[in-house]
């Protein structure tokens, strides 16, 4: 009896942004034995296959032995249950952790800190376009709802955030079903024309907000689970 396995990661570039996409596939026949695998990817080439092994059983870490290594945090917050809590903590502790986590990893810390303060949070595939990493929905005691669009930018602090992607959020938030208002919200800090763009070109003052490394930071150490 064949047995197929199949899994599905994704990265983005830590230069360009760009979202890539790998596809691994096996399939073990007869019981015990990988007879083939092949791998398709979107945005990359695959100059070589993987090296792939059965095992009689996978072992994950508990929480609280995610450790932090020269680049990034090792996690797959994806299947870990109740981790990005733990990775929040982690950054409470230690703020550099922040710059070490993947652009993802980023997107649902803020979508947590946003659920925690009561909003119906929703993360968007991770191949869409810009505009809307996380979706936040705020319902006030007179049932009245406000929707908010958030970009999330997990850049190196001498990267900063330029106005050309603050531009390309604010043609997002001006489009058909827009939100109430749009956030960008960056590990680092924003181009002066990013600022001057926000503080005057906008149709509205209540259209856009920009939160930079100082915001994130307040946000994270006042989380509570």
Known sequence: MES????????????????????????????????HVSMNSSEATITQLPTVELM??????????????DQRLVTDVSRITNTIPEL????????SCLHRISPREFEEI??????????????????????????????NELGLETCYFIECK???????????????????HSAMNGPNK??????STFTPD?????????????DMELKDIRDVMG???????
């Open 4 to 35: 197929y396995y199949s899994d599905i990661q994704e990265a983005h570039c830590i230069d360009c942004g760009t979202c890539i996409s790998l596809e691994l596939q096996v399939v073990e026949y007869p019981q015990g034995a990988i007879n």
């Open 56 to 69: 009689d059983e996978i072992l994950l870490p508990p929480a609280k032995d995610i450790y932090v290594p």
């Open 88 to 95: 929040i903590r982690l950054i409470q502790e230690d703020s």
């Open 110 to 139: 803020i979508a947590e800190i946003f659920r925690a303060q009561g909003y119906d949070v929703r993360l968007t595939k991770r191949t869409r376009d810009g505009g809307k990493d996380v979706i936040a929905i705020h319902r």
């Open 154 to 172: 997990r850049h190196a602090l001498d990267r900063k955030v330029d106005v050309g992607i603050v531009r390309g959020v604010y043609g997002v």
């Open 182 to 187: 749009s956030i960008v919200v960056t590990t």
């Open 194 to 206: 990013a600022r001057e763009f926000v503080g005057n070109g906008l149709r509205s003052s209540w």
């Open 219 to 225: 946000w994270i150490k006042n989380y509570k689970l």
